[in-house]
């Protein structure tokens, strides 16, 4: 990965990660907010198959969403748990959500071991609802990403899991499903 878009994926990720460490949980911090370091990994997988120009939009999403007020985290998840109305109507919100279920669920069939299925509804719930958090032209870009990896036959999960993996040291995804299956 070149050093524009990893400049460009940390600054995404420490912008999210405020916005994450704001939001209230009920009941106090949750686990996930007491281990930042795994929230910067997990947020360096979901962009790391986004090009320069999606990148650049979502940073630009977030500088006006701080801008105005507005914390993407604490909108997605009041969105999941429907405490707010849709944040927006864009008909790609389903078009992209559809793309990123068949790609999980095809990734984790082809490698069981290391891509748990995460439960199509609240995956499918998690990812729509984060979308609406975004730009129209985040959503054009996204999708065009989304529509081009389907011609060429690419699967953006898979992707993303390789990236993980290869990231922590695991090797590629293959090696690591592999390595996990003989475990079992």
Known sequence: MDEKKENLIREIIERELAMFLATPNEGGPSACQMRPQSFRVMRWMNHSTHDIATLESYLNDLKEAEAQGRNFMIEKYARMDDRLPPLSQNPLLDE?????????????????????????????????????????????????????????????????????????????????????????
């Open 96 to 184: 992209i959500t559809d793309a990123e279920c068949a790609f999980l669920h095809e990734a984790s069939e082809r490698y069981p071991h290391a891509i748990k299925g995460h439960g199509e509804t609240h995956f499918r719930n998690y990812c729509r609802c984060e979308l609406e958090t975004l730009s129209d032209r985040t959503l054009e870009l996204y999708a065009a990403e989304v529509k081009r990896a389907q011609q060429e036959k690419r699967n953006l999960a898979e992707e993303r899991y390789d990236n993980l993996w290869k990231k922590l040291g695991e090797g590629s995804l293959a090696a690591y499903d592999a390595k996990l299956a003989a475990r079992s």
